[in-house]
């Protein structure tokens, strides 16, 4: 028999499955040349091979289609952290055959998976030559075929849920990477000599001997009593102490982490926690997803991508409620368990799960280490290029804050401050076109976040220095809270959005064209001012009503006109004669400037765009005013602000709200106008909700009369739907990504209108709702294709659906609306999520007769 100290599975780039021997020196990797042989027996005999090249690495199994058996509990470390009695035998458990991950194979991470804490535990694992059945301790070593390691990706959530659902935590498709070689037990023996080590980004995390609470012998010994185990089977060992369930802070994975586990002669099996494309097909390098499932995949020719995006500021994506008491999250406070840090740089309290886009198709890099950063100062001319120009094409259009022929001057002189050109690529690099991708990144996943980085910490920097603040500063202090709050929307963007209005109010760029502040700028300059100074308004207007937050700027202290120059004509370099129009600061009267407006307007409708951003401004503070204390004066406004609509409609031209395209109309007016209309729509469903007042009888009870508002006015989310059917898909990548959360508020009111009101006998208002309601689904499906928070709205929104067959009391609706209003709460470990412990306590009990399932279910969510 032919020795061999280790071997792999591959295959070929000439074709076909093959094995082939390495020395321990060798590294296994696509492209090696090798003796390739059709399986073991015929390497061990010295049988027929071919000369072939290495194209991919496969899990160094000889059988495929057997479960792994997995072993939990067998390191004394990891039964001391876990505060958990050494037990009498060995826990056991199986993944099923489909668990099995090869190398450069596309996963998809089930929802209920990547939101219930995916966590690593590297372990030294054995795969069997020979069958076995009740053997003896002194004789299991040989039947060993070799050792290997591998990562038993596990849902933490539901080992502590639901009675210990182990099978269920660690079944999943794709969730057993193993390999990326087999060492033969002459040259390793798992022995108190050896160590099995887990780095994540280099920092180690597990680190111990083989403290084995039952040896290998044992453990094959009682594993086979009775049982016969299959020839090829894999049988994971069990992890050491480290887990992050058990880091401090918990530490779960999230996009971009690279995981290396090593058994020191076996060499790395890296895992690289990867963001993942949506859409359409897998390319080389690149990977996708369809849209019900987050990808994970394996990567290079000793790497494994791990799981996409979950949101990190608690730890998962945002899914059910404020308090996380759903079923497919924690059907506990997950909260208390699993508070994160909520520092600012270095800890990974978040992650990013937008994945980039080109226009043509969806994109993902590979990933290396996150220790290793670039700038915009060390990319290569043509890249700085194209980033350039895709900051033009995609974010300029959202929020102009530049004037490009003076930008590029500046660019070309090496006057733009690279902490502004970092903040800039930030924003662009989503859009880098796949053939690209390489080029200008290497093996970046998330150059983004790359960029946000070091334009944070240069940014902080410079402030550190207390130099007097510039334009630059705050449009790279905007920048990033755009880029903070499109990504993860939690309580750091939104203090980065504070950071933002502090600076700009201080170098007082809210009073540009007050009387006697000259600024010694040039009229084209105070132009530039003016479009900064309405980004950073619209910034703090749309994300403080999102959050049901005070806003940061006192609308009565403005003293900055309304452009009068179109975005087009302003980044083209031209710019107008002010106007001096002030933009009117009574959302309840603002209908009487919108004619004056739109004479002044400059012509693509971004005036009266501010002018609905405003009345959505003013309808969210009214309702927040009302939820503290319901004055007479603040119903008499909110009647008022009712009112506004109707005026408004007269005073708008009869065209305007029909939301086809005029022939006359340009690509960015048509956009503009439908982010305008889709502004109007949600300020008057917010508006008619009904208010939950704090500290009354009526905080939890509905009146007859706000109720009638809210089900007239939930016409205005079926409008607002309809506005869909004339946006072009172009729009997804240029628009405002505050829109997501819009729609996501529609989709809420329509669902829980249909839950309360819409009886089988109504089949007509029912197929009316659904059919709004799929309009508004493949939508933000398309936005979050370009943005995180369009994603984590979504996710939310999937898991909300799963109870659109309950009857929601009526008694319910204040409660649940007030949840709907706060897309984004900064204040919750998960924002973006719907508490459904207030659906399931609507659920009568006849419903759950019979099926005691669901009410145990149910009652483990109430608790």
Known sequence: MAHWDSIIRFTAVEGGEHWAALSLDETAASGLK??????????????????????????????????????????????????????????????????????????????????????????????????????????????????????????????????????????????GPLGPRLVHPS??????????????????????????????????????????????????????????????????????????????????????????????????????????MQPLAYHNPLAVDFLQGYEQQNFTYPILGPNSNGPMQAMT????????????????????????????????????????????????????????????????????????????????????????????????????????????????????????????????????????????????????AIHEYTNYPGRKAWMYVGNAVRLSLASRLHQIDIKGNSCGLSDADREEWRFVWWAIWKLDSTINVTAVMPFGIDCHTIGS??????????????????????????????????????????????????????????????????????????????????????????????WYFNAAKRPSEQFHSHRHRLETIIMFHTAHLIINEPVRTLGTEQAHRITGNSLSCWQSSITYAEDLAGVFHHWESEYFAVADPVISCAIWHAHCGLTIHKMSFTDDGNSEVATRIDNALDLLSISLENFARWWQIARILQDSLKVFQMWSWVHLDVSKITEVVAQIRRAINPDSVEPGVVDVSLICSSIPDDTLDGNEENRVWTTDILE
Not at 377 to 390: G, H, M, R, V, Y
Not at 417 to 440: G, H, I, K, Q
Not at 589 to 607: C, H, I, T, Y
């Open 187 to 292: 040259v390793f023996s798992p022995d108190q000599n050896r160590r099995i080590t887990t780095r994540v980004n280099g920092k180690v995390v597990q680190d111990s001997p083989f403290d084995f609470i039952f040896p290998v012998d044992e453990l094959l010994s009682f594993l086979s009593q009775g049982t016969t185990i299959p020839a090829g089977t894999a049988i994971m060992t069990g992890t050491p102490a480290g887990v992050g369930w058990f880091q401090n802070p918990k530490c779960p994975l999230k996009d971009g982490d690279v995981v290396e586990l090593e058994d020191h002669l076996e060499g790395l099996l890296q895992g690289l926690h990867g963001q993942l494309a949506s859409g359409q097909n897998a390319i080389p390098g690149y990977y996708a997803q369809d849209s019900e």
């Open 561 to 654: 006109a309304l452009v009068s120059t179109t975005v087009a004509d302003f980044t083209n370099g031209i710019t107008k004669q002010s106007t001096r129009t002030l933009l009117d600061t009574d959302s309840a009267k603002s209908w009487r400037a919108v004619r004056e407006m739109q004479s002044l307007d400059p012509g693509d409708g971004f005036n009266i765009h501010l002018l609905a951003v405003s009345l959505l401004r003013g309808v969210s503070q009214c309702q927040q005013r009302l939820y503290a204390n319901s004055t007479p004066e603040e119903l008499a406004r909110m009647m008022a602000l009712r009112n506004t609509f109707s005026c408004m409609r007269l005073a708008l031209p009869a």
């Open 333 to 480: 406070n997950m909260e208390s368990l699993l508070q994160f840090s909520p520092s600012l740089e270095g800890n990974p309290v978040r992650t990013e799960d937008s994945p980039p886009f080109s226009v043509e198709q969806p994109v993902m890099s590979p990933v290396i280490s996150a220790s290793t950063l670039f700038s915009a100062s060390t990319l290569a001319e043509d890249s700085k290029q194209l980033l350039i120009c895709l900051y033009f094409d995609h974010i300029q259009p959202i929020f102009p804050m530049f004037r490009k022929p003076m930008f590029h001057q500046r660019f070309h002189e090496n006057q733009i401050p690279e902490s502004l050109l970092n903040a800039m690529f930030a924003m662009s690099s989503r859009f880098v076109p796949t053939s690209d991708v390489f080029r200008v990144f290497g093996k970046f996943s998330t150059p983004w976040e790359n960029f946000a980085k070091l334009a944070h910490q240069q940014s902080h920097d410079r402030l550190e220095e207390n130099i007097a603040i510039c334009l630059d500063d705050i449009k790279t202090a905007c920048l990033l």
């Open 34 to 175: 090798v003796k390739g042989y059709a399986s073991i027996e015929a390497l061990e005999s010295d049988g027929v091979f071919a000369e072939v090249t290495v194209k991919n690495l496969l899990a160094p199994v000889p059988t495929t289609g057997i479960p792994i058996i997995c072993v939990g509990l067998n390191y004394r470390n990891h039964a001391n952290e876990a505060s958990i009695p050494i037990p009498e035998d060995p826990p056991m458990w199986y993944k099923p055959a489909a668990a099995l991950a090869d190398h450069n194979t596309s996963i998809s991470f089930p929802p209920q998976a990547h939101r219930s804490f995916p966590d690593f535990e590297g372990e030294l694992t054995v795969v069997l030559r020979d069958s076995m059945r009740s053997v003896p301790a002194s004789k299991a070593m040989s039947y060993i075929l070799g050792y290997t390691i591998g990562n038993d990706l596990t849902a933490r959530v539901f080992q502590r849920t639901s009675g210990g659902q182990y099978t269920y935590a660690k079944g999943f498709d794709k969730f």
